[in-house]
């Protein structure tokens, strides 16, 4: 047993990109199940398959592209300035953000046998409420990431984070479009205030 965990270890050490695979691969589905406990849903019923299509999703997609993201804006712009990290968090917000959010509306959607039709529908319905949200919330956190945490801990920095961003993003998925409607009504209203 020793010796298959410090193989495990080798790896991660090789290969960064596992590290975040692997945080990934627990944090998704874990953050499915606390969002379904909230649900009312308790051990015997759970939806298990959710739970993993959160597990596939977050380790075989969300790690490594936010991992390949992490390693081109850190070549890309390498200072740990302020400003830089400034910089990297709006490009971030404009670029990585939007690309994200629709791929996990679309490929979740996929893994859950629907059409791409209705993929694509579930994407333009729920993609501005959750952009909206995510505004909120990712600047601050890329801001400490670009600029205090350490590159090599990025990936595993985020992924505490995204602990409860996937919460929310997993309740957003399993919200009816009715309801979305109503959310996005309460961000449409704030905004009409002078």
């Given at each position: 047993?020793?010796?298959?965990?410090?193989?495990?270890?080798?790896?991660?050490?090789?290969?960064?990109?596992?590290?975040?695979?692997?945080?990934?691969?627990?944090?998704?589905?874990?953050?499915?199940?606390?969002?379904?406990?909230?649900?009312?849903?308790?051990?015997p019923d759970y939806d298990w398959w959710r739970t993993l299509?959160?597990?596939?999703?977050?380790?075989?997609?969300?790690?490594?592209?936010?991992?390949?993201?992490?390693?081109?804006?850190?070549?890309?712009?390498?200072?740990?300035?302020?400003?830089?990290?400034?910089?990297?968090?709006?490009?971030?917000?404009?670029?990585y953000t939007p690309a994200a959010m629709t791929c996990f509306y679309f490929i979740m959607s996929l893994l859950e046998l629907k059409t791409v039709e209705e993929a694509a529908a579930e994407v333009r319905k729920k993609f501005l409420p959750t952009y909206r949200v995510a505004m909120c919330i990712w600047p601050v956190v890329g801001l400490i990431n670009f600029s205090v945490v350490p590159e090599k801990n990025r990936v595993p920095f985020i992924s505490v984070c995204s602990l409860l961003w996937t919460c929310f993003l997993a309740y957003m998925k399993h919200l009816e479009h009715q309801h979305v409607d109503e959310m996005d009504g309460l961000f449409a209203s704030k905004d009409a205030k002078p």
């Open positions: 047993m020793a010796a298959i965990l410090q193989r495990f270890k080798l790896m991660l050490q090789r290969y960064p990109v596992t590290r975040g695979m692997v945080s990934y691969s627990l944090i998704w589905p874990t953050s499915s199940l606390i969002q379904q406990t909230f649900e009312g849903k308790r051990w299509r959160f597990s596939l999703y977050g380790g075989l997609f969300v790690a490594p592209t936010l991992y390949s993201w992490i390693k081109v804006s850190s070549a890309m712009w390498p200072q740990t300035s302020i400003q830089t990290a400034i910089f990297k968090t709006a490009v971030e917000q404009i670029s």
